[in-house]
C-alpha cells in the first residue's frame, strides 16, 4: 500500500493539520525514497520551450537599433559640416582650405561644396576676384581721388582701400596723392585738395571719375589742369564733396568726399563702366626662404626745401608678412578710417624730371610721358629697371634691367615720383 504523506502549506510533514490529499502513485525504484508526488489543490506547473527563431530575432533587431543609433551619433552628431568662418584661404592663388586641427573627414565636405574661386585678376594691382565679383566690378569706373598731404590734414582717410597711390612733389617742398580706387569704395576719403597738370596726365591712364577740389590755373597749358581737365574726354570730373568740421580740421584741410557716392552720380551721366586699361604682370609672393631681409628705405622728395623733414617717406620691409609699413614725417602713417598703418605690397621709385614753372605760385613741372630710371621694390628685394609711357592715356609699363616687364605682387603699389634734380632714395637699414 502506498504511504499517505500530508503536506502544509509550508511543505513540511505535520500530524496536527488535517487536508484533503491528493495521491499520485508511481513505480518506486528506490524505495527509502517516496515516488509519490502529492500537491495540495494545485495541478503541476508546465514550462514551456524557448522558441528558439523569436530569440535569434530579438538579438538582431537589437544590433540594428544599435548600429543606426552608433551611426548617427558617430557619423552626424559628432563630424558636423565646418561653418563659413572656418574656412579660410592659403595666401596661394585660387585656393581653399581649412584649419590643419581639422579632421580630414571633415575636410572632404567642405571640399565637396567649394566655395566660387578667385579667378579673375584685377588690371590695376593684380587682386584676385569671383567671376561675380569681377562683373559687377566692370560696371564701374575707376575713381582717382587728389588729397592732401599737408601736416595739417593727417591723419588722411581711405588711402587703405586704394589699389594704387601716385605721390609726389607739388609747391613748396610738399608732397599730395592722387589715390586710384576701384576693387573698394570707402564711405569717406580726404582731405581732397587741388589737382596739378601732371596728375591728370598720371590719371588719363585710367579714364577714372576725378574727385578734387579746385586746380591749378595758369596760360601755360604744362601747368594748366583747369582748363586741360575740361577738355580730357576720358578724365570724368566728379564735383562732389563736404566740408568736415570735426574740431581738429579747418579749411582748406577739411574737404572730403566718398567713392560710392562718384559711382553714384556716374550712373546719372552713364559713366559707369569700366574703361580699356591695361594690366600689369603679376606674381605671387616670393616663399619665405626666397625674400630679402628686413629693411628700411627712406624717399626725400625735395632735398632742398626741407621742412623739417615732414614729408620724407620711411618704408620698412617685414620679411613675416611681406609687406612694407609707412611712416611720414617720422611718425606711423595711418588711415583715419581704420586706425591702422598705411602698407604697400610693392613700392616703385620712379625718377622723373622735375622743374619750375617760374610763375608766381612756384607751380612745378614734371614731366610724366617717355621714359627713366626706376627701382621696385617688393619680396624684401630692389630691382633696377626703367619705365616707359607713350602718350598721356597710355599705361605707365616698368622693365626692369634686361627690358622684361616687371611682375609686381598682388596688392597695393605706391609709386614715389622722385626728382632727378631734388630728389633722393636711399636703404637707411
Known sequence: MPKEINISD????????????LIVEQ????????????????????????????????IVAFLVVSGIALFFYFG??????????????????????????QKYSTILKVLDNPSEPRTEVSPLNGLLF????????????PVAVMSSNHVDARPLSGLSSSDIVIEANVEGGITRHMAI??????????????????????????SPLFIRVGCASSTDSR????????????????????????????????????????????????????PDVKSWSFKRDADLDQRGENMVAQVTFHTALRN???????????????????????????????????TAKN???????????????????????????????????????TWKKDSRNSRTMYYDSSGKEIQFNRGRIWIEMVSLSYGKFAIIE
Open 10 to 21: 509550508k511543505g513540511k510533514p505535520t500530524e496536527e493539520i488535517k487536508t484533503e490529499t
Open 27 to 58: 513505480p518506486s525504484i528506490n524505495p527509502k525514497k517516496p515516488d509519490k508526488e502529492i500537491i495540495k489543490n494545485k495541478p503541476p506547473k508546465v514550462t514551456k520551450p524557448i522558441n528558439k527563431n523569436f530569440l535569434i530575432f530579438g
Open 76 to 101: 552626424i552628431y559628432k563630424v558636423r559640416p565646418i561653418s563659413p568662418e572656418s574656412v579660410v584661404p592659403f595666401s596661394e592663388d585660387f585656393v581653399s582650405s581649412v584649419k590643419g586641427s
Open 130 to 141: 569671383t567671376k561675380k565679383e569681377m562683373a559687377e566690378m566692370l560696371k564701374r569706373r
Open 181 to 206: 580706387y576701384w576693387s573698394e569704395a570707402p564711405e569717406r576719403v580726404g582731405s581732397v585738395r587741388s589737382v596739378r597738370q601732371y596728375y591728370l596726365e598720371w590719371a588719363s591712364e585710367y
Open 223 to 274: 601747368i594748366n589742369a583747369c582748363g586741360n581737365i575740361r577738355l580730357y574726354d576720358n578724365v570724368k570730373d566728379i564735383d562732389i564733396f563736404w566740408r568736415w568740421n570735426d574740431g581738429r580740421r579747418y579749411a582748406p584741410h577739411n574737404a572730403y568726399s566718398s567713392v560710392t557716392s562718384a559711382w553714384e552720380k556716374a550712373e546719372k551721366y552713364n559713366w559707369d563702366s569700366f
Open 308 to 342: 623739417s623733414g615732414d614729408y620724407d617717406v620711411l618704408w620698412t620691409y617685414d620679411k613675416t608678412t611681406n609687406t612694407y609699413f609707412r611712416k611720414v614725417g617720422g611718425q606711423v602713417d595711418i588711415d583715419q578710417e581704420t586706425n591702422k598703418q598705411l
Open 347 to 385: 613700392i616703385v621709385i620712379q625718377n622723373v624730371k622735375m622743374v619750375y614753372s617760374g610763375d608766381s605760385k612756384g607751380h612745378m613741372i614734371i614731366t610724366t610721358i617717355g621714359q627713366g630710371d626706376a627701382k621696385f621694390l617688393f619680396d624684401g628685394k630692389i630691382t633696377e629697371g
